[in-house]
């Protein structure tokens, strides 16, 4: 398994979420024309820990969990449910993650509503 294979385990473990969006949950993108509502998670950045030996092996991961919508509220309660889903949790492979930012802002360009959710997670 892998972090990517944890979230969406977690994810998908949220009954809200499962309400919402049944098994559409991406990884990187959705696919083109995907049916709302649905979630898409990507890695944002990944920093390497250091002893004054040279690299720890630990590992800090910023992920972004974004709730695409057509409305506002149900962008927002995905991202309610997205929070409760993966704050504070462990997987086989994350040792703990945090969720850091919440926002729900609508993406004119596409005509939907997203609640992004920003999640830190400490890798093992």
């Known amino acids: 398994m892998s ?3 944890d ?5 998908k473990a949220s009954q809200t979420l499962k309400g919402l969006v049944s098994n559409r949950i991406y990884l990187g993108q959705a696919p083109e024309g995907a049916t709302l509502p649905y979630v898409v998670f990507y ?3 990944e920093s390497l820990g250091h002893t004054h030996d040279g690299l720890s092996g630990l590992r800090d991961r910023r992920v972004d969990v974004l709730c695409v919508a057509a409305t506002h509220s149900t962008a927002s ?3 309610d449910a997205v929070v409760a889903a993966l704050d504070c949790k462990t997987g086989t492979n994350i040792a703990r993650m945090f ?4 926002a729900v802002d609508y993406e ?5 509503w997203v609640g992004t959710v920003t999640c830190r997670i400490f890798v093992n």
Not at 99 to 102: E, L, W, Y
Not at 108 to 112: E, K, N, Q, T, Y
């Open 108 to 112: 004119i360009d596409d005509g939907c």
């Open 7 to 11: 979230i969406v385990t977690l994810l």
């Open 77 to 79: 309660t995905m991202a």
């Open 3 to 5: 972090v990517e294979s």
């Open 99 to 102: 969720a850091t930012n919440q």
């Open 43 to 45: 890695n944002v950045s």
